[in-house]
């Protein structure tokens, strides 16, 4: 485990082009379940599945359900960055990290000081009136009760990327085109299993390729490092 440390250190010392691309467990260290770890929230019961009620047709058809349970298990508002999103924000500062691409929506990487953050599902920060468009404040939906209605009487949506959507393009190309030109990426935390968000890999072209996560992915045998752990551990060795 050390010497891939000293690996990992070793590069990133070399690099001013250093990508990241994580996931849910890039949050679990600050609180925040993942889906699909045994703590996460695909083991939890609920009426339905959670990739069922986050879903396009859920949320049109039973709004106030969805809501019941995106309050209670996806607005994690008390949350801080851990030392993962600290040190991805320490390496942008210091000119070695290009963007972080994430399947997060908790706003946690901007929390700790990262700029160029491609929030590939959208962020729960971002609210909008799905007849007028007006913004509303992740306080405004998470302190209601029931549906969020705009004082035009629309529905409130959050700017989140539901099953059955599709991802916003602009965010898309973005994230392309640093990974293609990305010296090193660090993928981290995350399952590698929602796609399309996971097929962006394909498109790196280097020869750093390190994943950083707790468990094995369908990923690991392409990666040039893999360092199995809790990366927020992992990243404050780094
Ligand atoms: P996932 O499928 O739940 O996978 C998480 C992965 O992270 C698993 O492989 C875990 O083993 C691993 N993991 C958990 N904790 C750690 C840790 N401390 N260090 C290293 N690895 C760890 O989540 P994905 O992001 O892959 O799936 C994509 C979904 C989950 C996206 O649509 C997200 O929007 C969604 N999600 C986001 C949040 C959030 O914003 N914080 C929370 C829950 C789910």
Redesign the pocket.
């Known amino acids: 485990m050390q010497d891939k440390i000293a690996q990992l250190r070793d590069w990133i010392a070399q690099t001013d082009n250093l990508v990241f691309f994580?996931?849910?467990?890039?949050?679990?260290?600050?609180g925040?379940?993942?889906?699909?770890?045994v703590d996460?929230?695909?083991h939890q019961t609920y009426a339905y599945p959670p990739e069922t009620i986050?879903s396009h047709t859920f949320f049109m058809a039973q709004t106030e359900e969805f809501y019941r349970f995106y309050r209670d298990k996806?607005l994690?508002l008390s949350?801080k960055p851990n030392a993962?999103h600290r040190k991805l924000a320490e390496w942008e500062a210091r000119g070695k990290l290009r963007a972080v691409i994430?399947?997060?929506?908790?706003g946690?990487h901007q929390m700790a000081g990262s700029r160029e953050v491609l929030e590939?599902?959208g962020s729960?920060h971002r609210n909008y009136c799905m007849r007028c468009h007006k913004p509303y404040s992740v306080e405004e939906i998470a302190q209601g009760q029931g549906v969020p209605h705009c004082t035009c009487g629309g529905i409130i949506k959050p700017d989140?990327?539901l099953y059955e959507e599709s991802l916003d393009q602009h965010t898309l190309d973005r994230s392309l085109q640093a990974i293609q030109n990305a010296d090193v990426l660090i993928i981290?935390?995350?399952?590698?299993?929602?796609y399309p968000?996971?097929s962006l890999i394909h498109y790196y072209r280097g020869h750093k390729l390190v994943l950083?996560?707790?468990?094995?992915?369908p990923a690991d045998s392409k990666a040039d490092l893999v360092i199995h752990?809790?990366?927020?551990?992992?990243f404050s060795q780094l």
Do not use: W
């Not at 925040?32 to 770890?37: A, G, K, L, Q, V």
């Not at 981290?188 to 929602?194: F, Y």
């Open positions: 994580g996931g849910a467990g890039v949050s679990t260290e600050s925040i379940p993942d889906f699909r770890s996460g929230l695909y986050l996806m994690c949350a993962a994430t399947q997060n929506i908790d946690l590939l599902h729960v989140v990327v981290g935390g995350t399952s590698l299993v929602v968000a996971a950083v996560n707790k468990t094995e992915t752990g809790a990366i927020g551990e992992i």
